[in-house]
């Protein structure tokens, strides 16, 4: 069953990048995401839905990217499909670290990293442009018109848009709160209920993606549950 949507701040998100608890929520939240298989429903997404007949995408942007280490999970199950990409790893605080920068290098891509706002930096890239847009439990932190903001930016950018978000319904909840199973401290656990109570369920995204877009009918959208506690989020020029 859903329940009603409630974006609440989120602990981790206020706090220092060197903080000693700061540190630890992270790397709870790191087997957190490793128990939930993100890495295994991300990359298949991106393999299956970037055209076949295309040549590979050659520009990533991954919204929200923390230390980078999700993205360079899944550069690993792509790279010996999808070569010398540059993948742009963005966030608000800059803790991307020189041997993850060094892992992509040894998988053929480049890793690009900018501290910055996401609204700022999507304006600002529009009419650049990038091949794919990625986000994996990012999109929860935003209130449906910052969400619409954020989706319009995106259309106007990308080929690819994938989100991968938490699922919001009671289950989920239930679950969130057995955290501390898994190792994660009191922020991690704080975050990883207030990020259910803030996520996604039935066609919430779809119903924010653009509608009047000049090119809206060239985009193929699809929102999904992805095993159990994922909710999907795809959208993809024809």
């Known amino acids: 069953m859903s329940l009603r949507r409630s974006v ?12 000693r ?10 087997r ?6 993100q890495t ?18 050659r520009t990533i942007l991954d919204l929200g990217a923390g230390d980078g280490t999700f993205s360079l ?8 499909r999808w070569g010398g990409v540059t993948i ?3 966030d608000r605080q800059n803790i991307v670290t020189q041997e993850t920068r060094d892992a992509f290098a040894a998988l053929g891509w480049k890793a690009e990293t900018v501290t910055a706002d996401v609204l700022d930096y999507l304006e600002r890239i529009k009419a650049i442009g990038v091949d794919v847009i990625t986000t994996n439990l990012f999109l929860h932190h935003f209130r449906d018109e910052q969400l619409a903001r954020l989706l319009g930016l995106a259309a106007q950018s990308a080929r690819l848009f994938v989100a991968c978000e938490p699922r919001r319904n009671k ?6 709160r057995l955290s501390w199973a898994l190792g994660c401290n009191e922020v991690a656990l704080h975050d990883a209920i207030v990020s259910v109570r803030a996520g996604l369920a039935g066609q919430e995204l779809t119903a924010l993606w653009p509608t009047d877009e000049p090119s809206q009918g060239q985009w193929i959208v699809q929102e999904y549950e992805a095993r159990l506690f994922t909710h999907c989020f795809v959208a993809r020029r024809r």
């Open 171 to 176: 289950f989920s909840l239930r679950a969130s």
């Open 73 to 80: 999970s899944v550069a690993r199950r792509l790279a010996a």
């Open 40 to 57: 295994g429903i991300m990359a298949p997404i991106l393999a299956r839905q970037w055209p076949q007949a295309s040549p590979p995408p």
């Open 8 to 19: 609440e701040p989120e602990i981790l998100d206020e706090m220092p990048a060197d903080d």
């Open 21 to 30: 608890r700061a540190i630890q929520a992270r790397r709870g939240l790191k």
């Open 32 to 37: 957190l995401n490793a128990f939930v298989l």
């Open 88 to 90: 742009t790893l963005l």
